[in-house]
């Protein structure tokens, strides 16, 4: 289970956990946006195989688009 960390002063909560993720392809449902797109985005800067799950394909190539630009910035 992941342990999270809640700053009082934040509202951004961090995953601090560091177990490997080998071997694993992670499908992520409703991942165009809010927390869906940012566990997306945590776990390919992890180098975690993900696949982005949605209806709407538009919608799904424009989070692409975005966690894509988040690795460039990386």
Do not use: F, H, Q
């Amino acid at each position: 289970m992941p342990k999270l960390a809640n700053d009082s002063k934040s509202k951004e909560v961090v995953c601090r956990e560091t177990g490997r993720l080998d071997g694993k392809l992670i499908i992520v449902g409703d991942a165009n946006t809010g927390i869906g797109e940012e566990t997306v985005a945590e776990l390919g800067l992890r180098g975690t195989p993900v696949v982005i799950a949605c209806r709407n394909v538009e919608k799904a190539g424009a989070a692409e688009s975005n966690i894509s630009a988040s690795y460039r910035e990386n």
